[in-house]
């Protein structure tokens, strides 16, 4: 069985790295091999001569195969802005993603592909999450950071994701901000009006355990989308 899934979010800094990062250990927790990939990543550092991204260096430490730094994530820029700015004169190939997609798929049983910034951020001119998502033709797991606003910001997403045609395997809820009233009855509100399974609640943290991050999660359903099927 193989499996995919796009990870997108309501807006940057909500949460998906960390949401990623804990999908990979459930599903290894599963006895399943996992890989991730960030396509395009911004606000990336000179490591060992290339520039690299903290996020994607997460998921090269927790894949369960070793892999090349640029297997995880092609593009990867230096300035802190959105990608279609950051990348300059570089040609971000929608080919060269999808190519690498497909090369990280006969490695593990399922790849995480997480995007930048929120469903519609554009990664190039040309180019944004959701054409990612669409070309890579993966269900979409939505990551919704709980803080003011985000009621709006979970809704629109979903319905431009189902505008998009693609399946929604579920919802990640990421508790961003410690103090923020009301936390438990917007997180009922959108589990009543979000149309898809809520996958797992991530409470707050200042510092990660994934370890205790993917025992708050539960994809039930998993199997569903293997892309040797139809879904």
């Not at 971000?92 to 993603?97: A, K, Q, R, Y």
């Not at 508790?175 to 009301?182: A, E, S």
């Not at 991530?202 to 040797?228: G, M, R, V």
Request: aromatic content about 8%; glycine content about 8%.
């Amino acid at each position: 069985m193989k499996a995919g899934f796009f990870i997108t979010g309501t807006d940057t800094d909500v949460g998906k790295t960390w949401t990623t990062i804990a999908l990979m250990r459930w599903f290894q927790m599963q006895g399943l091999t996992v890989v991730g990939m960030k396509p395009v990543a911004a606000g990336c550092e000179f490591q060992q001569g290339m520039l690299k991204n903290s996020d994607a260096l997460l998921m090269q430490h927790y894949a369960s195969v070793s892999l090349e730094y640029a297997q995880i994530n092609p593009y990867a820029f230096a300035a802190a802005v959105s990608p279609h700015v950051a990348r300059g004169d570089v040609e971000v190939s929608l080919t060269h993603i999808v190519d690498g997609f497909i090369d990280l798929q006969s490695l593990a049983d399922v790849v995480l592909v997480e995007g930048a910034g929120g469903w519609y951020s554009p990664l190039s001119d040309v180019l944004d999450n959701a054409g990612l998502a669409q070309a890579m033709d993966l269900p979409v797991i939505l990551v919704v950071g709980i803080r003011l606003g985000c009621i709006n910001h979970a809704r629109l997403t979903m319905s431009a994701i189902r505008q998009t045609g693609l399946s929604c395997a579920g919802w990640v809820a990421v508790q961003i901000d410690l103090m923020m009233p009301g936390f438990d009855g917007n997180l009922a509100f959108l589990h009543e009006v979000l149309d898809a399974p809520l996958l797992g609640v991530l409470p707050y943290s200042a510092n990660a355990d994934f370890e205790i991050l993917a025992t708050k999660l539960c994809l039930a359903n998993w199997q569903k989308f293997d892309l040797h099927q139809e879904n």
